[in-house]
C-alpha cells in the first residue's frame, strides 16, 4: 500500500531526500509521524481515506499501541476484516477486555462483518484469553454461521478454562448436528477429558474413548491428534499407551518428541527420556529443539543426577540462543542444584537478574531446603518478599519442606500461619508438609492435632507424612492411626504396608508384623523396588536392590562386604530391621549389601578417580544402615559422596553427613 500524498508540511517529513551519510530513521520515529497523520475529525483528502486509517490502526496494533488503535476505531467508517482482527489480537495481547468489547460491539453493528465467522472465531479466541468465557459463549450463541473453526474455537476456550463436561458435551453436539470435526476438534476434546474428570480413572476413560473415535475417523495418526494424545496418557501416567501412539507416528515433528521426552521425564523415566532426545538428536539434522524440549531434558538429567549430560545441554543452550529464555534458565538453575551444585544454580539465578520470576525464586528456595540449609530458604523467601513478587502455592510447598528438612519448628509455624496473608489458602501439600515438620522434631501429638483441625479432608500424602513420622520415632498408636486411613485411600500400596510391618517389628509385634506380611503376599502388591543412579564418564548407570543380574554384581558386594567387616571391627551392627523376610540374620545381612544406593557408591569407587565427587540419586529414602555404611566409606577412602534421596541431599564427607543424621 502506497504512502498517503502529502497536504500538509507535516506529511511532507515523509519524503525528505535521503542522505546517504545519515543513519535511517528509526521505524518508532516513522511510527510517531503515521501517528500524526490521523485526523482529529472526518474531513476530506488522502490522509483521511479509510484505507490509510485501516493500514495505521494495523500498523498501531503491531506495535501494541492500542489505546491510540481504539480511539482511530470509533471515526472510521468501514473496518476491514484485517483490521477487526488486528484489534482483537492486540487486546488479547495486552489483557485489554475493554477493547475486545468495544470491537465486539462495532462488529455487530456492522452489516458486511457481522456474520462472518472468521472474525467469530476471533473474537471468542479473544475473550477466551482474557478468560471472559460467558462472552465467548455469548459470541458463539449468536453467530449466524457456525464453521468448523468457530466451534473448534469455544472448544478450545472451555478445555482451557477447565470447563471439560461441557467442551465434550459441545464435542457430542458438532457430531449430532452433522459439523464435521477434523484434528483440532479431537485435540481439544482430548485435553477436555483431562479437565473434565477429578480423578484418574474416569479421565482415563474418556481419553480412550476418544482416542478410539479419531482412529474411527481416520485421524488417530494425524501428528496434531497423536501428539495431545501423547501429553494425555503421560498426564495419567498411562506411558505404555503414550509410546504407543508415539511408535505409530507415521511423521513427527519436535513436538512430539518433545512430548515424549516430557512423558518420560513426568514419569519417573529420565534413563529413557535422555535416551530418546539422544536419539531425535541423531535421527534428522533439520530437527532443531525447542524451548519446551530442552526444560524436559534438563527435568530428566535432574532427575537422575546426570550433570555431566546437563552441562552438554548447558552447553547447546548458550550456543542456541535459549539462554534468552527465562523458562530454560529456571530449569538450568533447578538442574544444577538437584545434581548438588548448589553454588552454581545460585549464579544462574544472579544471572537471571531482573528478569527472574515466582518460578526462578521457587527453584532458589528448594534448592537450598533440599541441600538442608532451611534458614537461607527462609532468607530467600524474605527477600522474595521485599522484592514485591507475591509467593505461590509452590512457594509455600518449598519454604516449609525447607524447614521441615532443617528441624526450623518455630519458623515452619510462622510461614504456615502467614500465607492467609498472601491470599494463599492451605492445601494438602502445605499440611503435608507441617505434619512432616512436626512429626520429625518428634511433636506427633501437635502433628494429630493439626490433622484433625483439618479444613479439608486428609490426603494419603498427609497421613503418609504422619507415618514416615511414626517409622522415626517408634510410635506405634499413631502410625496405626494413619494406616487405617491409608489402606482405604491407597488399597494398592504396598509401602504403606511394609513400613507399618516395620514399625511393628522394630516394636518387637512379631505377630502384628506377620499379619500384614500376609496380606501383602495375598493381594499380590509389590513394593516399589529401591533404584539409585549414577553417571560416569557421561553415561547413566542404574541399580535395582537385590538385583544379581546387574553386571559386576559380584564384585561390588564383595567390595562393600570388605567395608562391611572394617565396620563391624569398629562396633558397627548392621541395621537388619528393614528387611521383613523371616530369615537368618546372615540372609538378612546378605540383602542389606544388595540395597541399590550401596552398590552404586561400589561402581563410583571402581569406576571413578581418586579426586572425583561422586554422585548418587535414589528413587526412595535413604535406609539408615546405607546412611551407616556410606558415611564410613567416605572416612575410609577420602571421597566425597553425594546422595540424594525422595527428600533431601546427603554430603557424606570424612565420615560425616550434611544431614546431621536428621532426615
Request: glycine letters at 6%.
Given at each position: ?5 502529502p ?34 475529525s ?132 458438532m ?16 485435553k ?48 505404555s ?125 528448594s ?23 507475591s ?83 517408634g ?13 482405604d ?14 514399625i ?9 508384623a ?25 553415561k547413566?548407570?542404574?541399580f ?85 555404611v ?34
Open positions: 500500500m502506497s504512502a498517503p500524498t497536504t500538509s508540511p507535516h506529511t511532507s517529513l515523509l519524503h525528505l531526500p535521503h542522505h546517504p551519510f545519515r543513519p535511517k530513521r528509526p521505524r518508532l520515529t516513522r511510527l510517531r509521524c503515521l501517528a500524526s497523520l490521523a485526523p482529529a472526518s474531513g476530506s483528502g488522502a490522509s483521511t481515506s479509510p484505507e490509510n486509517v485501516n493500514h495505521l490502526i494495523q500498523t498501531l496494533c503491531a506495535s501494541g499501541r492500542v489505546a491510540r488503535a481504539a480511539a482511530l476505531l470509533q471515526g472510521l467508517p468501514a473496518p476491514t476484516q484485517r483490521t477487526y482482527e488486528s484489534l482483537l489480537l492486540a487486546a488479547a495481547r495486552a489483557g485489554d477486555a475493554a477493547l475486545a468489547a468495544a470491537v465486539h460491539r462495532r462488529l455487530e453493528a456492522d452489516p458486511v462483518f457481522r456474520s462472518d465467522p472468521f472474525l467469530s472465531t476471533r473474537l471468542i479466541e479473544a475473550y477466551a484469553t482474557l478468560s471472559a468465557l460467558p462472552a465467548a459463549r455469548q459470541v458463539f450463541d449468536e453467530a449466524p454461521v457456525k464453521n468448523i473453526f468457530v466451534w473448534n474455537a469455544l472448544l478450545k476456550a472451555l478445555a482451557l478454562a477447565d470447563h471439560g463436561e461441557e467442551a465434550l458435551e459441545r464435542l457430542a453436539d457430531g449430532r448436528l452433522g459439523v464435521p470435526v477434523d484434528s483440532y476438534s479431537y485435540a481439544h476434546g482430548l477436555a477429558c483431562i479437565a473434565a474428570s477429578a480423578s484418574h480413572a474416569p479421565a482415563s476413560a474418556r481419553v480412550r474413548e476418544v482416542h478410539a473415535h479419531a482412529i474411527r475417523r481416520g485421524y488417530g495418526l494425524h501428528t496434531h491428534v497423536a501428539t495431545t494424545l501423547i501429553d494425555c496418557y503421560a498426564k495419567l501416567g498411562i506411558v499407551y503414550a509410546e504407543h501412539v508415539f511408535a505409530s507416528m507415521p511423521e513427527r515433528n519436535v513436538v512430539s518428541w518433545s512430548a515424549m521426552i516430557g512423558c518420560y521425564a513426568k514419569n519417573e523415566r529420565p534413563e529413557d527420556a535422555i535416551e530418546l532426545f539422544q536419539e531425535m538428536i541423531a535421527s534428522d539434522a533439520d530437527l532443531v529443539p525447542n524451548s519446551i524440549t530442552i526444560v524436559s531434558i534438563l527435568h530428566a538429567c535432574a532427575g537422575v543426577n546426570a550433570l555431566g549430560q546437563g552441562k552438554v545441554l548447558h552447553a547447546y543452550i548458550l550456543r542456541r540462543g535459549f539462554d534468552s529464555l527465562v523458562s530454560v534458565l529456571n530449569a538450568l538453575m533447578a538442574m544444577y542444584m538437584k545434581c548438588g551444585c548448589l553454588e552454581v544454580g545460585r549464579y544462574i539465578f544472579n544471572w537471571i537478574g531482573r528478569r527472574r520470576n515466582v518460578v526462578s525464586w521457587n527453584s532458589l528456595i534448592g537450598y531446603g533440599m541441600h538442608g540449609f532451611g534458614r537461607e530458604s527462609v532468607q530467600v523467601f524474605e527477600e522474595m518478599v521485599k522484592e514485591g513478587i509467593p505461590s502455592i509452590i512457594t509455600f510447598v518449598s519454604v516449609l519442606g525447607a524447614c521441615s528438612h532443617a528441624g526450623l519448628v518455630e519458623e515452619g509455624k510462622r510461614l504456615f500461619e502467614s500465607m492467609v496473608e498472601y491470599n494463599v489458602r492451605p492445601r494438602a501439600e502445605h499440611y503435608a508438609c507441617m505434619v512432616d515438620l512436626l512429626g520429625r522434631a518428634g511433636l506427633l501429638d501437635e502433628a494429630v492435632e493439626l490433622i484433625q483441625g483439618m479444613h479439608i479432608e486428609p490426603s494419603p500424602q498427609v497421613w503418609g507424612s504422619l507415618l514416615g513420622a511414626c517409622r522415626i520415632h510410635h506405634v498408636e499413631y502410625a496405626e492411626l494413619a494406616c487405617s486411613h491409608l489402606f485411600l491407597e488399597p494398592r500400596n504396598a509401602g504403606n504396608y511394609v513400613l507399618m510391618a516395620d511393628y517389628a522394630r516394636a518387637k509385634l512379631q505377630l502384628q506377620d499379619v500384614l506380611k500376609e496380606l501383602i503376599e495375598e493381594h499380590g502388591l509389590e513394593k516399589v523396588p529401591g533404584c539409585s543412579w549414577i553417571e560416569v564418564k557421561k547413566l548407570h542404574s535395582v536392590s537385590v538385583d544379581n543380574k546387574i553386571p559386576q554384581v559380584e564384585v561390588l558386594q564383595a567390595l562393600i562386604g570388605e567395608f562391611v567387616t572394617k565396620m563391624k571391627d569398629e562396633g558397627y551392627v548392621p541395621d537388619t530391621g528393614s528387611v521383613l523376610y523371616d530369615i537368618e540374620e546372615e540372609e538378612k545381612e546378605r540383602i542389606l549389601l544388595g540395597h541399590s544406593e550401596k552398590l552404586a557408591v561400589a561402581f563410583g569407587l571402581i569406576n571413578t578417580s581418586r579426586g572425583d565427587v561422586i554422585r548418587i540419586t535414589k528413587n526412595l529414602r535413604l535406609c539408615e544402615d546405607c546412611h551407616s556410606t558415611k564410613f566409606i567416605s572416612k575410609f577412602t577420602e571421597r566425597e559422596i553425594v546422595v540424594r534421596d525422595v527428600n533431601r541431599f546427603h554430603h557424606f564427607r570424612d565420615g560425616v553427613c550434611s544431614c546431621g543424621d536428621y532426615w
